[in-house]
């Protein structure tokens, strides 16, 4: 399997080279083009500051080819004189190390107060799709990665009510590497957030034959069930509230 790759254009953008708007402008404007380019939804921004703390930025060093010179493009730290020197391949091979480096530090800011704040505010708002199994009555999903190592896998989407993972829809946001948001994402989110835990659908779907269900299925649906309903007796035993979400909050 080809390692997924960003749906990206190589080529950079002439209006952010010309820019001649002062420091801060400039990496909302970069930015604000990697997050507006199609594809790109499930991305929020990751603040300067966080891109700019070396703390953050342990063991990424050898992620891309001149490490110190990429961040220092992101947040336009780079003369114009630098960047006019610089030959047109150069510069494409800047920004597709900027926009993967964007990528891998993402992962970590979205596990972090603020960045966990910004997924939540997407989240809501369903920007990452919804589950399609029927009895998961449209339930908002969250991007995670299959690995932290980038090149190994795309990104894929979880439902908290069946706990399943998917494909993503769109091509374009099929070809995104799944490290950009890493593996610790929907969990760190769950529990940051109990209150967005969904009740798990108990209701499941029996394949019949003219209104006939048939016996290997159906035996398995009634073994599941049972099982089901000895779990709700065991909690409803030990005064658990059955009435309430799920969470991934700590016992007290």
């Not at 909302?28 to 300067?48: Q, S, T």
């Not at 001149?66 to 961040?71: E, I, P």
């Not at 494909?167 to 099929?174: E, G, L, T, V, Y």
């Not at 890493?182 to 835990?197: C, H, I, R």
Request: net charge neutral.
């Amino acid at each position: 399997m080809s390692k997924p790759e960003l749906q990206l254009s190589g080529d950079v953008d002439q209006d952010m080279l010309n820019d001649d708007s002062n420091s801060s402008e400039y990496v909302e404007m970069w930015v604000d083009l990697f997050l507006g380019r199609k594809g790109h939804e499930y991305f929020c921004e990751v603040d300067a500051d966080y891109i700019t703390d070396r703390f953050n930025l342990i063991n990424l060093q050898k992620a891309v080819p001149k490490f110190t010179q990429v961040v220092q493009y992101i947040v336009d730290d780079l003369s114009e004189k630098t960047l006019e020197n610089m030959t047109p391949q150069r510069l494409e091979v800047l920004e597709t190390d900027a926009r993967k480096f964007y990528g891998l530090i993402h992962a970590r800011y979205i596990i972090t107060v603020k960045g966990l704040q910004k997924m939540y505010a997407k989240y809501k708002e369903a920007d990452f799709g919804r589950c399609l199994r029927v009895h998961c009555n449209f339930q908002p999903l969250l991007p995670v990665g299959l690995h932290d190592i980038p090149g190994k896998d795309c990104v894929k989407l979880y439902c908290p009510s069946c706990e399943d993972l998917y494909n993503p829809k769109s091509s374009r946001h099929a070809s995104i590497d799944g490290a950009f948001f890493g593996t610790s994402f929907p969990g760190m989110f769950l529990q940051a957030f109990p209150e967005m835990v969904p009740r798990h659908p108990t209701r499941r779907y029996v394949p019949k034959i003219f209104g006939f269900e048939l016996h290997k299925q159906a035996q398995l649906a009634r073994w599941q069930e049972l099982q089901r309903r000895k779990l709700e007796k065991k909690l409803i035993d030990n005064n658990v509230d059955l009435s309430r979400n799920g969470g991934y909050r700590s016992a007290e």
